[in-house]
């Protein structure tokens, strides 16, 4: 049974940081690119970053230079370092797994940002 469980999604003031975690189980993790999406209320999802089985990483314009994402093989976990938050920022964040085989999802953790 393959499971993305996030966390670390919480209620933090505008400048703040927190670190999302994603552990995944179920799924042989250095085959698949890891990405971290997130989804705000009444929006599109939208890709906030990912990163390669090599450990190559992209990031969305609004993420770059705030936010860090990596991934720990030997721990089948990836996360996403986010500093300097924004209100903007606020959003339901989901884990992302994808290789040319499958798909899968986490169940999201919210992030909200607000003083």
């Known amino acids: 049974q393959v499971q993305l469980v996030e966390s670390g999604g919480d209620l933090v003031q505008p400048g703040g940081s927190l670190r999302l975690s994603c552990a995944t189980s179920?799924?042989?993790?250095?085959?698949?690119?890891m990405a971290w999406y997130r989804q705000a209320p009444e929006k599109q999802r939208e890709l906030v970053a990912h990163?390669?089985?090599?450990?190559?990483?992209n990031y969305a314009e609004s993420a770059k230079g705030r936010f860090t994402i990596s991934r720990d093989n030997a721990k089948n976990t990836v996360y996403l370092q986010m500093n300097s938050l924004k209100p903007e920022d606020t959003a339901a964040y989901y884990c992302?797994?994808?290789?040319?085989?499958?798909?899968?999802w986490g169940q999201g953790t919210q992030v909200t940002v607000s003083s």
């Open positions: 990163i390669t089985n090599g450990g190559i990483t």
């Open positions: 992302n797994a994808a290789n040319l085989l499958a798909t899968y």
């Open positions: 179920g799924i042989r993790f250095n085959t698949y690119t």
